[in-house]
């Protein structure tokens, strides 16, 4: 079993910053690609940013600039720097992982996600 904790989220003013975290634990072989999705209310879940075991970085257009992720491959857990926060980025973030947890036996996991406010 695989467990994917995310933490970092809270109220922050626009303009402001945010740290994220998402640390992978349990039965794991390797790790592929790890993205961070957000889903606002009345929204459907879509992609902020993903990175590959290798460190190679794709994020939506929207987040362009203000967003930075990262990976420690040693801790499996991933980060995102979240800057320039604005309301439009209001939304609960969720972690997602692809997790060899044997060789060959890949399976997809997703945080519980944790809530990321931007307001005044």
Known sequence: QVQLVESGGGLVQPGGSLRLSCAAS?????????GWYRQAPGKQRELVADITSGGNTNYATSVKGRFTMSRDNAKNTVYLQMNSLEPEDTAVY???????FRRG???TYWGQGTQVTVSS
Do not use: D, L, P
Not at 94 to 100: D, L, P, Q, T
């Open 94 to 100: 969720f972690c997602k992982a692809a997790v060899e």
């Open 105 to 107: 036996a890949i399976t």
């Open 26 to 34: 349990g039965s794991i072989f390797s790790i592929g690609v790890m």
